[in-house]
T-cell receptor, first 114, second 115 residues
Framework: AQSVTQLGSHVSVSEGALVLLRCNYS??????LFWYVQYPNQGLQLLLK??????LVKGINGFEAEFKKSETSFHLTKPSAHMSDAAEYFC????????????FGSGTRLQVQP | SAVISQKPSRDICQRGTSLTIQCQVD?????MFWYRQQPGQSLTLIAT?????????ESGFVIDKFPISRPNLTFSTLTVSNMSPEDSSIYLC????????????FGEGSWLTVV
């Protein structure tokens, strides 16, 4: 079975500051890792995903994440926060185990202060 | 990519009634799922909607409470039966390809409040 832990239910940064949202996973087989964003009163939108190959993955809106197998991590970063980045961010995992559905972390709410 | 539409987007329901949520995908997807997101919480998988057969439910969810249909590759429904205030949640439809690395796309969600 897979699981995801997101450290920090709330993260607050100043506009222009580095954004770092943490995600650690557990999986007995090679994982596929995803970051989704949920803006207020909206559904989920894919930011980026790691499947195979390059471990540094670039996504939309300037976000990127690095898959580190040794640390079982897939942290999300953005060099400079923008007010429009304020949202809920979810890390998710799946794997080739027959259970196709995503398993989500608890989410991190990002606040961006002016 | 796939665009997923859900309706209703919001509803206020009376205790003891049932409501059916419809999910339409703009292209054929192999897999469809229904998730629940309770207020301020993460997403919990309710079931995998299987085309032409009974859905596969996760632990804690039963067919009598959450009957699901999927008559074809682009349409599914979720019914929330005999609702109570504890059923007040966002219900999200999602879909994607078979491979575990394929992107799963989500609808905008159906926001149900039970009074």
């Amino acid at each position: 079975a897979q699981s995801v832990t997101q450290l920090g239910s709330h993260v607050s940064v100043s506009e222009g500051a580095l954004v770092l949202l943490r995600c650690n996973y557990s999986s007995s087989v090679p994982p596929y890792l995803f970051w989704y964003v949920q803006y207020p009163n909206q559904g989920l939108q894919l930011l980026l995903k790691y499947t195979t190959g390059a471990t540094l993955v670039k996504g939309i809106n300037g976000f990127e994440a690095e898959f580190k197998k040794s640390e079982t991590s897939f942290h999300l970063t953005k060099p400079s926060a923008h007010m429009s980045d304020a949202a809920e961010y979810f890390c998710a995992v799946s794997a080739d185990t027959g259970r196709r559905a995503l398993t989500f972390g608890s989410g991190t709410r990002l606040q961006v202060q002016p | 990519s796939a665009v997923i539409s859900q309706k209703p987007s919001r509803d206020i329901c009376q205790r003891g009634t049932s409501l059916t949520i419809q999910c339409q995908v703009d292209s054929q997807v192999t897999m469809m799922f229904w998730y629940r997101q309770q207020p301020g919480q993460s997403l919990t998988l309710i079931a995998t909607a299987n085309q032409g057969s009974e859905a596969t439910y996760e632990s804690g969810f039963v067919i009598d409470k959450f009957p699901i249909s999927r008559p074809n590759l682009t349409f599914s429904t979720l019914t929330v039966s005999n609702m109570s205030p504890e059923d007040s949640s966002i219900y999200l439809c999602s879909g994607g390809g078979t491979g575990a690395g394929n992107t799963i796309y989500f609808g905008e969600g159906s926001w149900l409040t039970v009074v």
